[in-house]
């Protein structure tokens, strides 16, 4: 079974930094695009990164370009988010996930992913 566990949220000042991790499980992450997401309270959940399933292409949305860097170490089944200069617009559940294998990021739209892990929260305060 595919499975999905993100860590490495918490609390950070505004300005901060954080890197999200996303452990891969049942399955080997190098045949998935992995995209990440964010779902604010009262708010839809939105994408924020891709990375194909080599490495070489990344997208990112407008909020968070220059700020975010997305990462994946195949041999460790693992894809990272680093989050510099945090800002409390992003506070939010952070969420890895994948669409069918294969298939690439293209905009990583929320219902084109068919796998989905339990998030871990961000939260950015002072």
């Known amino acids: 079974q595919l499975q999905f566990v993100e860590s490495g949220g918490g609390l950070v000042q505004p300005g901060g930094s954080l890197r999200l991790s996303c452990a891969a499980s049942g399955f080997t992450l190098d045949n998935y695009a992995i995209g990440w997401f964010r779902q604010a309270p009262g708010k839809e959940r939105e994408g924020v990164s891709c990375?194909?399933?080599?490495?070489?292409?990344?997208n990112y949305a407008d909020s968070v370009k220059g700020r975010f860097t997305i990462s994946r170490d195949n041999a460790k089944n693992t894809v990272y988010l680093q989050m510099n200069s945090l800002k409390p617009e992003d506070t939010a559940v952070y969420y890895c996930a994948a669409p069918p294998r294969g298939q690439g990021c293209g905009n990583y739209p929320v219902d084109g992913m068919n796998y989905w892990g339990k998030g871990t929260l961000v939260t950015v305060s002072s």
């Open positions: 990375i194909s399933r080599g490495g070489g292409i990344k």
